[in-house]
Structures are given as C-alpha cells and as structure tokens.
C-alpha cells in the first residue's frame, strides 16, 4: 500500500506559553477525531509529529491514523526552525518508502508547519537540507504578529497567516489542516494523483489569511 506520509510540525518555544500550546493540544485531538471518521484519510494516511523550541523532537513517528495519539507537547525555550527542517528532512530520508522499478513507494510528504516566532538558530543551514528531499504540499503557518512571514516564504509559496495565536484560531488551523489531509487522502483513493497547489486545498477559515508573495 502507498501511504501518504504527513509531516506536522510544531513550534513549541517559551512565546507559545499558556493559551497557545493548550490550543495546540485540543487542535491536535480535535484533528485526529475528525480524521478518525474518514474513511480515506484512515486508509492512506500517516502521520508524525515534530516539536521545535531550543531542541527539535521527533514526538511521533509515522503512525497510521487509526493508531495515531497525539503527543504530550510543552512550551519553553528557543525557535529552532532550522533544525525542524533538518530533523524532518531526516525523517523523511529514513521513513518514506522510495519508488523503485519494481513498484511505486509512498506518496511524497505533505508538510504542515505553524511557528509564531522568528528562527533562533541556522536557519539557511537547515532549509538547505530541507529542500534535497521530494515534498508534496508545504503549508507555513505564521501564527501571529511576530511570526515572519518573509522567512516562511523561504520555505514554500503556500504561507498562512492567524491574525492571532489564540484558541479560536489555532482551533481553526487545525481543523483546516485535518480537511486538508482529508482532501488529499482523497484525491490519492480517487485519481491516483497528488495535491500539487494550494487551490486545491479546502477554502479556510476567516481566522486563515493566505499570505501573497
């Protein structure tokens, strides 16, 4: 079976303190609830969680949905968004199944990744890394006014933006990206094809904006 890999990662520094990191919690079960109940999403995906802040945690490898369980995640220290990069393009080196001529690996990784801050450590290190692997869809998400949107747009031209790092819109991110993956897992079951811009991703919320480059 082709999965399809999911990458969400998660910005756990001192700023995300109190109601953000809570909001990431009930949006992580909330996602995987809403995932539970869909077939498509049940049968092709698998997801994995990796926190960043002065370290970077791979907290779940890739699970399967039905035997996914969110982690126990706690905010303090640093943005180490560089070493995200780095550690999830590990991840994916290792975790991905790659074509060969025989048959057909997994689907390439849609990446979700939501940070409120500006990077602490090597950035440009880390997105040099970052970019050697095959990705699917990269969704950045700036939660946030001090989130930098100009870094994010390093990383992919589908940024976000949350107005506000509270628990209606971190809420909401989360239940736009668990009908992402839906959305993807979808077109995988049906068409045979990957999601390729951010078009064809469900409308989001008005708590979302899409960042224009």
């Known amino acids: 079976m082709r999965r399809l890999p999911v990458y969400i990662l998660i910005d756990t520094s001192g700023s995300m303190s109190g109601e953000p990191i809570e909001a990431v919690k009930n949006g992580m079960q909330a996602m995987m609830s809403a995932l539970r109940k869909d077939p498509y999403a049940l049968e092709t ?5 990796i926190t960043f802040a002065g370290d ?13 369980q ?9 943005t180490s968004l560089g070493g995200a990069l780095k ?11 790659k ?17 409120d801050g500006m990077p602490t450590d090597n950035f440009d290190a ?27 747009m390093r990383i992919t031209e589908c940024v976000v933006r ?14 736009w990206v668990s009908s992402s993956i839906s959305t993807g897992s979808k077109k995988i079951d049906e068409g045979r094809t990957e ?10 919320p008005p708590e979302i904006t899409l960042v224009k480059s």
């Open 126 to 152: 880390g997105l040099a890394e970052f970019k050697k692997q095959k990705w699917g869809m990269v969704v950045a998400c700036a939660a946030g006014a001090q989130a930098d949107t100009k870094t994010l």
């Open 99 to 115: 074509s060969t001529v025989d048959q057909k690996g997994d689907w390439k990784p849609l990446v979700f990744l939501m940070t």
């Open 195 to 204: 999601l390729s811009s951010l078009g064809e991703l469900p409308p989001p």
């Open 162 to 175: 949350l107005d506000a790092a509270d628990s209606n819109a971190i809420a909401a991110y989360f239940k």
């Open 87 to 97: 550690k999830v393009a590990e991840c994916a080196e290792r975790e991905v199944v």
């Open 70 to 78: 969110p982690p126990a995640v706690s905010a303090g220290g640093g």
């Open 56 to 68: 970077v945690v791979q907290t779940k490898p890739l699970t399967e949905v039905a035997q996914f």
């Open 45 to 49: 995906a698998y997801l994995s969680v």
